[in-house]
């Protein structure tokens, strides 16, 4: 099973920041927009940012300003760099293609933020 490797979580206090990143397999990766998704306890698994195979990045509208999301083609890794995090960005956060692809799921990350 083809699967996105997560790493790069951990536990910080509220202002701290995290760089996650994200290895894609390159036939995924040449052809797909990548994004960040998060899910935290009793909550749905949601967008929170996504790039283009050309380098647009989109954020959702809590994280703009905070998160920026990059590729490294030579890599095929994808990164979300998280500033200034606060306690409710506290979730797993998980990166799959763009629109997401169920069999594509990896483990996931923790990411914890303590006030």
């Known amino acids: 099973q083809v699967q996105l490797v997560e790493s790069g979580g951990g536990s910080v206090q509220a202002g701290g920041s995290l760089r996650l990143s994200c290895v894609v397999p390159r036939n995924i990766f040449r052809i797909n927009s990548v994004g960040w998704y998060r899910q935290a306890p009793g909550k749905t698994r949601d967008l929170v940012a996504h790039i283009t195979t050309g380098g647009s990045a989109n954020y959702e509208d809590s994280v703009q300003g905070r998160f920026t999301i990059s590729r490294d083609n030579a890599e095929n890794t994808v990164y979300l760099q998280m500033n200034n995090l606060q306690p409710e960005d506290t979730a797993v956060y998980y990166c799959?293609?763009?629109?997401?692809?169920?069999?594509?799921w990896g483990q996931g990350t923790q990411v914890t933020v303590s006030s």
């Open positions: 799959n293609i763009f629109p997401r692809r169920s069999d594509l």
